[in-house]
Nanobody, 132 residues
Framework: HLQLVESGGGLVEPGGSLRLSCVASGVTLADYAIGWFRQPHGKVREGVSCISARGKSLNYDESGQGRFTLSRDNAKNTVVLQMNRLTPEDSAVYFC?????????????????????????WGQGTPVAVSS
């Protein structure tokens, strides 16, 4: 069954960049749309971005528009979130998750509070801290 593992988090100065990876095992990642969420300390988990199974559809939350880029390499079973021009407000634990939708060219960032059942398996998260 699908397992997801995130990596690439760390400490970075404001204005810096990080590249987060979500590696899948147990199944063929090409069958799954993947979403990225983040959870700042003491706050709710919020959607950041998603990518459809075949990579044709991308969506970004307004917080990441123009700064974050999501891509996938199905041959490597990997989804990558490139984050640029980071600010302290981006500090959070970042998670990738399986999006439960049957359409290979569709993804959407459904809020967890609205549809918790829309999201399937989650990784364990990777922490990002943006500070000088």
């Amino acid at each position: 069954h699908l397992q997801l593992v995130e990596s690439g988090g760390g400490l970075v100065e404001p204005g810096g960049s990080l590249r987060l990876s979500c590696v899948a095992s147990g199944v063929t990642l090409a069958d799954y749309a993947i979403g990225w969420f983040r959870q700042p300390h003491g706050k709710v988990r919020e959607g950041v971005s998603c990518i459809s199974a075949r990579g044709k559809s991308l969506n970004y939350d307004e917080s990441g528009q123009g700064r974050f880029t999501l891509s996938r390499d199905n041959a490597k079973n990997t989804v990558v979130l490139q984050m640029n021009r980071l600010t302290p407000e981006d500090s959070a634990v970042y998670f990738c998750a399986e999006e439960r939708n049957p359409f290979p060219d569709f993804c959407t960032i459904v809020p967890l509070a609205r549809r918790p059942d829309y999201w399937g398996r989650w990784g364990q998260g990777t922490p990002v801290a943006v500070s000088s």
